[in-house]
């Protein structure tokens, strides 16, 4: 396998910093899997075999499936069919080719008579969608778009900043802010507070003023 450039860029993308920690290592481990072309079979059982030859038994089908999503709703990954098959492309991989011809099939190649692909095969919305109320054409054509004025977060997630001691009242008004900040557009909403929950929110809006120390001091949150 030829070697991979990594970019420092990478240190300071929005994109992968809505990863969750496994999805943003299963995306670095992806740019050492794909051809010069960014490309690769999504078949989850293979993804597993090359990107964790060494941890076979620690990572599951499920596990691949999921870090797929995130990393198709964070604009990172292309998801296609062709002739049936999933494949994979890594969004501005941006290689030194010295490949004449990709070893996988092109985007461009992919089924347009298939629903759950893309005219423009942008994504797979059986492995990287679980919309919650969206129209699914607009999911569909992969269709990002500003968080929504009565954009609320549903039940799982609420128990979910439960979980990661999150004061969600105080991290629904700071994520809406986040989002307006820069006119941040998504597809899946749902998606990128879950990953805030699990990610930089525990810190910015501790349930109950946060955990603090002898001092007084309060104490930050690592994962």
Known sequence: MPSRIVRDGILESESVNLLSWEAELFYRRLMSVVDDYGRYNAIPLLLRSRCYPLQIDRVVDSHIEEWLKECTEAGLIMLYSVANKPYLEIIGFNQRTRQKTSKFPSPSDCNTNDRHVSAGCSTL???AHEDEGEDEDEIVR???????NNWKPNEALREL????????????DVFRDWAKSKDHRYVDWDAVFRNALRKWLPERCPLNGGARDATGEQLKRWK
């Open 161 to 172: 900043a439960l979980e990661e001691q999150v004061n969600v009242k105080k991290a629904v």
């Open 125 to 127: 919305l059986s492995i």
């Open 142 to 148: 992969g269709k990002k778009k500003p968080l929504p």
